[in-house]
Nanobody, 117 residues
């Protein structure tokens, strides 16, 4: 059974940092595109950062460019997202997702990130 489990969320002051982790099991995600999404209260889920299996530079939504960095540790089957310079508008549930055949079909349950002003 495929599982994606996020961790690392929490409460942080504006300007602070968090590192989210997404541990995968049940399937080898080393050759699949992975991404982080987020959903703020009352808003649609949006893609925050992602990369493809070949290791090309990650893609980022404009609002986090230069502050967030996505990476993966293939040996640990884990995907990370380092988030620096957090802003209150970054408060959301953050989800890890795995893409198969062009569609994100595998999702974790999310981890809450709250940024206080």
């Amino acid at each position: 059974q495929v599982q994606l489990v996020e961790s690392g969320g929490g409460l942080v002051q504006a300007g602070g940092s968090l590192r989210l982790s997404c541990t995968t099991s049940g399937r080898t995600f080393n050759t699949y595109d992975m991404a982080w999404f987020r959903q703020a209260p009352g808003k649609d889920r949006e893609l925050v950062a992602g990369f493809n299996w070949s290791g090309s530079p990650g893609i980022y939504v404009d609002t986090v460019k230069g502050r967030f960095a996505i990476s993966r540790d293939s040996a640990k089957n884990t995907v990370y997202m380092q988030m620096d310079g957090l802003k209150p508008e970054g408060t959301a549930i953050y989800y890890c997702a795995g893409k198969v055949s062009g569609t994100y079909v595998y999702w974790g349950r999310g981890t809450q990130v709250t940024v206080s002003s």
